[in-house]
């Protein structure tokens, strides 16, 4: 930004100073928040003894970056959803898997989140046609269902299975969320 003539500093310390300022109070924000949540929930808070030091380090540094980048008030209330069921359930050799939920949940878009926990709601299968978010294209659908298929929180069958004659057959797949989905939905997408 500095590079652009005659505008080009102010436009830089103008746009760097926001967002250092606006990530410093997402993360102050999201402490606070903590603070008070965890105050109700003592009781069930594993003693940090129990922790792998090394593994938790590396966790809380991470999603102190992901906190700090993340806009969305309603993805960092997942965050503190993770960071409190990390605190009741000990980093223990299972750091790869927690690793990647953070990764993920950093990754995935409102849309991948709340569908993941609509599908998962639903007491069966769902068509992928069916699903339907109004206001969202049915193949914005389509995507982030594909997205959470490829990261492993939802599988899918073939209902359905036309040839020709212009018919999708992406429309026409069974979802559903296998106990790997439901872990991720439990650990980060619910209190």
């Known amino acids: 930004m500095q590079l652009v003539p005659y505008v080009g500093g102010s436009l830089s310390s103008l746009y ?3 967002k250092q300022e606006k990530r410093f109070k997402r993360l102050e924000s999201f402490y606070q928040e903590i603070a008070y949540e965890i105050e109700k929930m003592k009781d069930s808070i594993s003693s940090v003894d129990k922790q792998d030091p090394v593994a938790l380090e590396a966790i809380i540094e991470s999603l102190h970056e992901k906190v700090e980048a993340e806009p969305t008030l309603e993805k960092r209330e997942f965050f503190k959803n993770y960071f409190k069921n990390t605190l009741k359930f000990p980093v223990a050799g299972n750091f790869d898997e927690r690793k ?92």
């Open 16 to 18: 760097f100073g926001a």
């Open 100 to 191: 990647y939920f953070l990764d993920t949940l950093s990754e995935m878009t409102l849309l991948e989140c709340e569908l993941l926990a609509f599908i998962n709601s639903q007491p069966s299968s769902l068509q992928v046609g069916n699903i339907q978010k109004p206001g969202t294209d049915k193949y914005a659908v389509v995507g982030a269902i594909g997205r959470l298929k490829s990261r492993g929180f939802l599988t899918a069958t073939q209902g359905s299975f036309a040839v020709g004659g212009g018919a999708d057959n992406s429309l026409q797949e069974i979802v559903s969320v296998p106990s790997f989905g439901k872990s991720f939905i439990a650990f980060c997408l619910h209190a």
